[in-house]
């Protein structure tokens, strides 16, 4: 293993979403991830084949059957010697499963015991079902995405599932991770989606209270409410985005551009922007995308072209920093962020569930009758 979080051992329980982004983000930084599959479930991505499953990439998979005599022991010898557990049930699953902190902790005073959930452990909300957007709505961020004068738009499930939930999760695990270095004593980590979208949203609530954000979405420097922070559509039909905020930027970009009618002076007066943006949008409509990025690529005035999936990995600052890497003919994002020494390996593509099982359980110390009496009960 290599990466800043080789030597590290991580149990994850199998589920959709943040949990295993959260998992995935520690096994690309070179922890050795092992995910606890249900004996028999088929691909939980609902892909076609693991190897599109780019969220389940880097670990290995052992497939247990915990409803049967010595499945649920099995987890916590694997649990026992771990330093991290990843489960995203609801609040009181991983109980009923024998498998509750108070158990885990009880076997392994160290494991620090992270949680993935919606709504959060208590709350009036917490056994309520839900996904990321209603997550980011209850948190007050959804509101504030989208056009004026239209419905919010669910920013896909980014915000919630992954920046507030499995990113905010795996941040929480290394924090009490480097606490359990000194205290020697591991802890939960009760990570929940409508805190961290929340949370991502910090800048706005302040903003919010200084009285330079309102409820109106749609209407600020950075919602799409300016002229000069915005996408827009090219001759071609493709689209470019600006984001020339600063004055400096918005004057290279006014040079560049040829926006020398008056009409663009006033950068800040939110009155104008209306009349400012139709403006800008019939002069981008003059060129094609790639006009533009003659023009405006690589410059101070905060340009970049829109690019879709294919074009993305073919940029050629993309291709220079090698941001993206090819698994087993699949195109996804390369692990990050860069390290200066500790390099992490090239992750490897997800597997079928249980692919490792006997593996892994031996690796973990499983001795060859304990094997044998796990397969006769039916646990793998």
Request: a negative charge.
């Amino acid at each position: 293993m290599a990466g800043p979080l080789a030597g590290l051992k991580v149990v994850e329980m199998v589920g959709l979403g943040p949990a295993p982004f959260c998992a995935m983000l520690l096994a690309d930084m070179g922890a050795e991830v092992i995910r606890i599959d249900r004996a028999g479930r088929g691909d939980v991505s609902g892909l076609e084949g693991t190897r599109f499953d780019v969220l389940g990439r880097g670990r290995r998979s052992v497939a247990l059957n915990l409803k049967r005599p010595g499945g649920t022991e099995a987890a916590l010898a694997l649990i026992a010697q771990a330093g991290v557990l990843i489960e995203g049930f609801r609040p009181g699953v991983m109980e009923r499963m024998g498998l509750g902190p108070e158990v885990c902790l009880g076997n392994n005073p160290r494991l620090v015991y992270g949680r993935m959930t919606g709504w959060g452990q208590q709350g009036p909300m917490a056994q309520a079902a839900g996904h990321d957007i209603n997550y980011i709505a209850l948190s007050g961020v959804l509101n504030a995405i989208g056009r004026h004068g239209e419905p919010p738009v669910p920013p896909i499930n980014l915000v919630g599932d992954f920046g507030g939930g499995g990113m905010l999760l795996a941040f929480g695990l290394l924090c009490a991770l480097l606490e359990a270095r000194q205290s020697g004593r591991g802890q939960v980590v009760d990570a929940a989606m409508t805190e961290g979208s929340a949370l991502l949203a910090a800048c706005l609530w302040g903003y919010k209270a200084g009285g330079l954000w309102s409820n109106e979405r749609g209407t600020h420097l950075i919602d799409g409410g300016s002229h000069f922070y915005d996408s827009y559509a090219c001759a071609d039909g493709k689209y470019i985005a600006i984001g020339a905020v600063e004055p400096q930027f918005y004057a290279l970009l006014r040079e560049r551009v040829g926006l020398l009618d008056p009409v663009f002076d006033a950068q800040y007066e939110a009155a104008a922007w209306p009349q400012q943006k139709l403006r800008l949008a019939e002069v981008f409509k003059t060129r094609s995308r790639a006009d533009w990025c003659a023009l405006l690529e690589g410059s101070d005035a905060c340009f970049a072209p829109v690019l879709d999936w294919d074009e993305a990995p073919r940029h050629a600052h993309a291709q220079a920093r090698g941001s993206f890497v090819t698994l087993d003919g699949v195109v996804q994002p390369a692990p990050a962020p860069r390290f200066s020494r500790s390099v992490p390996a090239q992750p490897t593509s997800a597997v079928p569930a249980g692919h490792h099982t006997e593996e892994v359980l031996r690796d973990w110390g499983f001795g060859a009758d304990q094997l044998a009496a796990l397969q006769r009960d039916g646990v793998f």
